[in-house]
């Protein structure tokens, strides 16, 4: 059985950095894993996704701001954010699938979220 689970955010002040991290176990070794945020009243975002292989891809909101990393083992995701801004405000999934998605809602395991607030 699949269990992501997050942890790292926290309240920042704009122009900060934070580290997230996403504890998986119970996953194959060839998935996909991914960042994804959903801010208040917004549609779930992809912001990052990362093969099994180490690949890594993002969405053009976050290039250059947004680091996603794994341990060998697959069984950490980090995702190093930089230069906060209040719009960066959400809450911040974990997710994996058999398939690097760029939607969001194609993953098919999420973890349960850690809240970012980020103020000015």
């Known amino acids: 059985q699949v269990q992501l689970v997050e942890s790292g955010g926290g309240s920042v002040q704009a122009g900060g950095s934070l580290r997230l991290s996403c504890a998986a176990s119970?996953?194959?070794?060839?998935?996909?894993m991914a960042w994804l945020r959903q801010a208040p009243g917004l549609e779930r975002e992809a912001l990052a996704r990362?093969?099994?292989?180490?690949?890594?891809s993002y969405a053009d909101s976050v290039k250059g701001r947004f680091t996603i990393s794994k341990d060998g083992a697959q069984k950490t995701l980090y995702l190093q954010i930089n230069s906060l801004t209040p719009e960066d405000t959400a809450m911040y999934f974990c997710?994996?699938?058999?398939?690097?998605?760029?939607?969001?809602?194609?993953?098919?395991?999420w973890g349960q979220g850690t809240q970012v607030t980020v103020s000015s």
């Open positions: 997710a994996a699938d058999r398939h690097c998605w760029v939607r969001a809602h194609q993953y098919n395991y």
């Open positions: 119970g996953l194959p070794d060839d998935y996909c």
């Open positions: 990362i093969t099994s292989d180490g690949t890594a």
